[in-house]
């Protein structure tokens, strides 16, 4: 848990990282970072993650997954972003940022994805032109470079959850019959290769991704195509997807599909996401092979989960109640309601 993790020259304090979480209503439409941000941020650094990764930023404006969420489309938006860096180097974590396109599941109303299809009933997204996708593929590298002026150590591109990297990996949503679709993964390598080129070797380069995308068996084929393209894989589940772990496995689905993945490239850092809750599950998880454990609601609910953890504290826990995370931009959660594995946690630290 303690152990150092090199991500290329990136030296990464522990083995404990926040994975992205989109704070709806924080910002505006305009997507700058606020205040509310900065400190959200700062307070985990100093919780001693020791690696924070700043929740999905959209690449364009159009890409959105709502209409409050931070983003990265601009120059003017790099400021907010360095005082979100600054805040947390300082307490010695490194940062990352999520850059994401939401594909089909984005709100414009005719969002861009693989093929033509139908989200929610509602959305009617269009297939994109490769005209298109080479525009895509450019706002992609044009945020990571605004990403690297804004002082983070990374960029991870949002591969999973549905969104326009997890539709082109997914043959239940890629229908294309091009070069697109005969290699799923070729969109995330063009754009992972693009990224790369334009941030330069000294800056790291990694993909969230589902393992299960639909099946097990489509994620490590995916993984393997993209293996020599990207410095880390952070795993988790796919869009329209499959998950399951065999009976007796004493984690998540989504870690079982990162250590399936790690034994097939043992050099790669793998990040493992998804119900790891307690001191149990961080070390459950770790002894898989993972080389990274993402902390998500737990965070929340304790945003000082890994020191508290490591120095045998008491900890909070996520409930897992339905909705006091705003996890949900389309029902709106009521700002007055508190989390109640966080009421839970302060009662215990108050006794
Ligand atoms: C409030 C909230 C916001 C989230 N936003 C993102 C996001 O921006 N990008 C992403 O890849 N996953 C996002 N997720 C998923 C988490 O990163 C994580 O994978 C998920 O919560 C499972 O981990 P956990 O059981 O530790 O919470 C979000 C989850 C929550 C609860």
């Not at 120059?75 to 940022?97: N, P, R, W």
């Not at 326009?164 to 091009?178: A, E, I, P, Q, T």
């Not at 995916?222 to 293996?227: L, R, T």
């Not at 990162?258 to 149990?280: G, L, Q, R, T, W």
Request: hydrophobic share 35%; with cysteine; charged share 30%.
């Amino acid at each position: 848990m303690r152990r150092e993790l090199k991500i290329k020259d990136l030296s990464i304090k522990n083995r404990f990282a926040v994975p992205p979480m989109v704070c709806f209503y924080w910002t505006d439409d305009n997507g700058y970072v606020t205040e509310k941000n900065i400190e959200h941020y700062k307070e985990l650094a100093q919780g001693g993650f020791g690696l924070i990764i700043v929740e999905a930023t959209a690449i364009t404006k159009r890409s959105r997954l709502a209409d409050t969420e931070l983003g990265i489309w601009d120059d003017s938006q790099i400021e907010g972003l360095k005082k979100i860096t600054d805040a947390v180097h300082e307490y010695g974590a490194k940062c990352f940022i999520q850059l994401l396109h939401a594909g089909g599941n984005g709100i414009d109303k005719e969002p861009d994805a693989p093929s033509d299809m139908v989200y929610r009933n509602v959305n009617h997204a269009k297939e994109m032109s490769k005209e298109t996708i080479d525009k895509t593929i450019d706002d992609f590298a044009k945020a990571a470079v605004r990403a690297k002026k804004a002082g983070f150590d990374g960029v991870e591109l949002h591969g999973c959850h549905g969104y326009l990297l997890s539709n082109f990996f997914n043959l239940r949503n890629n229908k294309r019959n091009d070069e697109y679709g005969d290699n799923k993964a070729l969109f995330a390598i063009e754009t992972l290769k693009a990224v790369k080129d334009a941030v330069g070797d000294d800056f790291i380069v990694g993909i969230r991704f589902g393992a299960f995308e639909p099946t097990l068996e489509d994620g490590i084929k995916n993984a393997k195509a993209i293996k020599e393209y990207t410095d880390f894989i952070d795993v988790s589940y796919g869009g329209d997807c499959d998950a399951s772990a065999p009976e007796g496995f004493k984690c998540s689905p989504a870690v079982y599909g990162a250590m399936k993945i790690k034994e097939i490239m043992p050099d790669m850092p793998i990040f493992a996401v998804h119900n790891i809750n307690s001191k149990e599950d961080v070390i459950n998880a770790l002894e898989t092979g993972v080389d990274m454990v993402d902390i998500g609601k737990g965070s929340l609910v304790d945003p000082h989960f890994a020191k508290h953890i490591l120095n045998d504290e008491p900890y909070g826990h996520c409930l897992h109640c339905s909705n006091y995370c705003r996890w949900n931009p389309w029902e709106m959660a009521d700002p007055n309601k508190k989390c109640p594995g966080a009421i839970k946690f302060a009662d215990i630290v108050l006794k």
